[in-house]
């Protein structure tokens, strides 16, 4: 995309012009283009269902889906969303108002989960777990009322690491977000394209174009949540050696089974020698024919 004031969606305008935020930019481009080449993402003529929440990841979602298709280099159409669950003081208009002055075309939708999750989780509880459970039954309703084949989420590369060691301390399991999965009924996909993308990126991004950023909190049930004591320690990790997190989203790509525990992933136990302790070889079993 070229960044003459003809040429340029409205998404970017007014972008900051410092080398800084061109390398930033071009950065997130390209880690997004590489994870939906990766995890073959695209369904050429398909529609995307684009789940905006209003935060920094959401808004560099949407960025970085535009300036791909805008370059020919994502075949699909794209439809943003964003889902209001009736949280008290979300301020309704922000991203209705901010999508229609972009040119993005786009759902918003009104559903007062909040009410059913206060109603349902006690107070000294997280909300977290059964409101993401609503949206997501609501996000699935929307993608098939609109011909949408995949629900596109804003989820980073250190929301799949702080997932990961969620499912590691709390879970005894390893796991963590998939950057592409399909869902229970098997008719939706779900996509995760910032899976490569750093949160600080992410953040300078959203900042750097000034997107009105509605914040995470307005439920009030952030306070001492798991996910928020693994960020800590990440962070502190990060702190003392720089490039920590890279390396731990790397373990997530390079599994080795044969080094793990899990039997269901390597078959330890039809695993056999090729030589004996003194060096003749083994014989193979033999065969029936």
């Known amino acids: 995309m070229l960044d003459d004031s003809d040429d340029i969606h409205l998404l970017f305008q007014g972008s900051p012009r410092s080398t800084e935020f061109r390398k930033l930019r071009k950065r997130i481009i390209r880690q997004t283009r590489e994870a939906i080449e990766d995890f073959g993402m695209i369904e050429r003529g398909s529609r995307w269902l684009v789940c905006m929440s209003g935060g920094k990841d959401s808004y560099t ?12 280099l994502l075949p699909v159409e794209l439809l943003a969303c964003n889902l209001d669950q009736g949280q ?34 006690p107070s000294t509880k997280t909300y977290c777990a059964l409101c993401s459970r609503l949206r997501r039954g609501h996000l699935y309703r929307i993608a098939r009322e609109e011909g949408c084949s ?26 963590t977000m998939p950057p592409k999965l399909v869902n229970d009924e098997g008719d ?20 750097a174009l000034q997107y ?70 083994t014989r193979p079993a033999s065969r029936k024919d």
């Open 61 to 72: 979602l949407l960025a970085a889906l535009t300036e791909l298709k805008w370059r020919g």
């Open 88 to 121: 008290p003081g979300f301020p309704s208009t922000v991203l209705p108002e901010f999508l229609e002055r972009m040119g993005v075309e786009h759902r918003i939708e009104y559903q007062d989960t909040y009410s059913i999750v206060t109603d349902k989780v």
């Open 150 to 175: 995949a629900v596109v989420l804003g989820h980073h590369r250190d929301d799949m690491l702080e997932t990961f060691f969620m499912s590691l301390f709390h879970g005894g399991k390893l796991a």
């Open 188 to 207: 939706l996909y779900v996509y995760r394209p910032l899976a490569y993308v750093a949160e600080a990126d992410c953040e300078k991004f959203a900042r």
């Open 212 to 281: 009105p950023i509605i914040p995470c909190d307005l439920c009030g049930s952030q306070d001492g949540l798991q996910r928020q004591q693994v960020k800590r320690l990440l962070d502190e990790w990060e702190a003392n050696y720089p490039g920590r997190r890279q390396i731990l989203f790397r373990a997530l790509t390079n599994a080795n089974p044969s080094h793990l525990l899990d039997k269901s992933l390597f078959d330890f136990a039809g695993l056999t020698r090729s030589k004996l302790p003194d060096g003749t070889a």
